[in-house]
C-alpha cells in the first residue's frame, strides 16, 4: 500500500504561480511513476502531468504544456508540480497518483495505482 499526500494548494490571482507537492509513504521501496490530475465538479478527472521514476521522462497535458512543470525527488519521496501563469481554467482539485514500475508513465486515471486526497487550487481572475 502506498499512501500519497498533497500539500500546496490554495488561493492565487490570475497570472499568479503556486507549487504543489506531493509526498509518498508506504510502498516506495519499490519503482513507481507519478502524476498529476485535477478536477472540477460535474468533470472526468484529467491528466495533467506525468512523470517516470527516474525523472526523465515527463509529460503534459496540452492545456498546461510551457505553463506547468513536473519534477520528483526520489530521495524524499515526493513529487511537485509547478504552476505558472495560472488561469481561472485551472481551478480544480489536484490529485496526485502513482503507478508502480521503473518503466511506467501515468497517461490516463485507469493505469493509476494510488490515489492522493487532492488539493484545491483556486485561481482567481
Known amino acids: 500500500q ?7 494548494g490554495g488561493l492565487v490571482q490570475a497570472g499568479g504561480s ?7 509513504s508506504g510502498r516506495t521501496s519499490s519503482p513507481y511513476a507519478m502524476g498529476w490530475f485535477r478536477q472540477t465538479p460535474g468533470k472526468e478527472r484529467e491528466v495533467v502531468a506525468g512523470i517516470n521514476w527516474y525523472g526523465g521522462r515527463t509529460d503534459y497535458a496540452d492545456s498546461v504544456k510551457g505553463r506547468f512543470t513536473i519534477s520528483r525527488d526520489n530521495a524524499k519521496n515526493t513529487v511537485y508540480l509547478q504552476m505558472n501563469s495560472l488561469k481561472p481554467e485551472d481551478t480544480a482539485v489536484y490529485y496526485c497518483a502513482a503507478r508502480m514500475g521503473i518503466v511506467t508513465m501515468i497517461s490516463t486515471a485507469y ?3 494510488y490515489w492522493g486526497k487532492g488539493t484545491q487550487v483556486t485561481v482567481s481572475s
Open 111 to 113: 493505469e493509476v495505482d
Open 2 to 8: 502506498m499512501y500519497l499526500v498533497e500539500s500546496g
Open 18 to 24: 503556486l507549487r504543489v507537492s506531493c509526498a509518498a
